[in-house]
């Protein structure tokens, strides 16, 4: 079964940084797009970054482009998501999932059929 979890959720100041982190297993690890979403209540569920482990290949949403980071530990079938100049607005249930990697990876941000793990809560008090 394919099974993810994202972990790390916590309290942090405006301009502070956090780091996120979703455990996966149950699927080939570099075969899939691993990827970072966030739903505020209310809103619809916003597509923050993903990854493609194979080849290192990345994308982020706008509102976190040059604060955030994703990365990934193959040999430990995990990825990272490192947020830095933290905002209020940051403030969501982090999911992270993975979908089979047929296309670019900047497709899988609005896109792709995703399995996925329970989320975890970020909040940013300003």
């Known amino acids: 079964d394919v099974q993810l979890q994202a972990l790390g959720g916590g309290l942090v100041q405006a301009g502070g940084f956090w780091r996120l982190s979703c455990a996966a297993s149950?699927?080939?690890?570099?075969?899939?797009?691993i990827g970072w979403f966030r739903q505020v209540p209310g809103k619809e569920r916003e597509g923050v970054s993903c990854?493609?482990?194979?080849?290192?290949?990345?994308v982020y949403a706008d509102s976190v482009k040059g604060r955030f980071t994703i990365s990934s530990d193959n040999a430990m079938n995990t990825v990272f998501l490192q947020m830095t100049s933290l905002k209020p607005e940051d403030t969501a249930v982090y999911y992270c999932?993975?979908?089979?990697?047929?296309?670019?990876?900047?497709?899988?941000?609005?896109?792709?059929?995703?399995?996925w793990g329970k989320g975890t809560q970020v909040t940013v008090s300003s």
């Open positions: 999932a993975a979908s089979l990697a047929r296309y670019g990876v900047t497709w899988y941000l609005d896109n792709g059929v995703y399995h």
């Open positions: 149950g699927f080939p690890f570099d075969h899939y797009v």
């Open positions: 990854i493609i482990s194979s080849d290192g290949s990345k």
